[in-house]
């Protein structure tokens, strides 16, 4: 029976939103352990599997709090892939800018922090994880997260649900605001006529009639998701045989807001009720919302 357990490793950058992501995986009914030593990890699946009716989910927060503890990560993740036992690595992360205003609006103490501050810290314990992060199944960039939002992404990824589909995310970002870490695919559409430049256009954003039937009725809009669906049917299959369970497609213009949230949603209709579950979602669309009401 222990081998239908489904068994998360929950890792990632201090400050990046480990606790909320316990938080919602505890929601969803899974059974989390937190800061467990990952040299205990052969022992902990042992005892699992001894259970009479084992937990169905469970979650295993593993990260560099566990100091010098923390370097067995490595043999613990070789000991359930030469086992075959099933698991998968959600990894945290959020930029060097974020994770030092957290600490600092906090005011608590990076686990890794020595002397040089808390950017020395955190810029340590990024090296650190860069092997792991690398090996992650699932990547969450919550540096511009709420707590909501992270929620939500948990729960599509983690819901119980027999569906094992390849999940999709299309995501909306402006280029000013940085690429998002997280994404696997990265499409530019800044080629495209800006709506920003008309005045009646400004104030909306890509999901208003507006906006979305300037951007996608220009020719070149049109001849773009023509090839980029095309290519995206192509590849899709190839990843989800190749074991990927999330895939994460971003499609940026210069601030988020006009034609990357227009042709994202476009993105993502095209791919409903194929072998995927879709779901779009626009990271920067309120960035300056405040400045168009105003």
């Known amino acids: 029976m222990a ?3 489904k068994l998360v490793i929950v890792t990632g950058m201090s400050g990046a939103g480990k606790t909320q992501a316990v938080r919602s995986l505890e929601d969803l009914g899974f059974l989390c352990v937190d800061n467990l030593p990952p040299a205990l990890v052969p022992r902990f699946v042992e005892l699992i599997g001894a259970q009479g009716t084992p937990p169905e989910k469970v979650a295993l927060v593993m990260d560099a709090r566990g100091g010098i503890l923390f370097d067995a990560f490595a043999s613990a993740i070789e000991y359930l892939e030469q086992a075959d036992y099933p ?3 959600l990894f945290l992360d959020a930029s060097e800018e974020t994770l030092v205003r957290r600490y600092k609006e906090t005011r608590r103490r990076h686990p890794m922090f020595l002397e040089g501050g808390i950017l020395e810290s955190i810029r340590r314990e990024k090296e650190l994880l860069q092997d792991i992060r690398e090996k992650a199944d699932k990547l969450i960039d919550t540096s511009d997260l709420t707590n909501g939002q992270l929620k939500a992404q948990i729960d599509d990824l983690f819901q119980a649900t027999s569906d094992s589909r390849l999940t999709v995310t299309v995501m909306s970002f ?3 605001y940085g690429i998002p870490l997280d994404a696997d695919l990265v499409m530019d559409v800044r080629f495209l006529p800006n709506p920003y430049y ?8 890509g999901n208003d009639e507006p906006v979305r039937d300037y951007v996608l009725q220009n020719p070149s809009s049109q001849a773009f998701l023509d090839r980029f669906t095309d290519m995206l049917s192509f590849l899709l299959p190839f990843y989800y045989q190749e074991g990927k369970s999330h895939l994460v497609i971003a499609i940026g213009c210069t601030g988020g807001r006009h034609r990357s949230v227009a042709l994202a949603q476009a993105v993502a209709d095209s791919l409903q009720g194929q072998e995927s579950r879709v779901y779009v979602t626009h990271r920067d669309i309120n960035r300056e919302r405040e400045r168009y009401q105003s």
């Open 3 to 5: 081998e239908k357990m």
């Open 87 to 89: 698991h998968e690595i």
């Open 174 to 176: 402006g280029f000013k």
């Open 198 to 205: 008309i005045e009646s256009l400004r104030p909306f954003t």
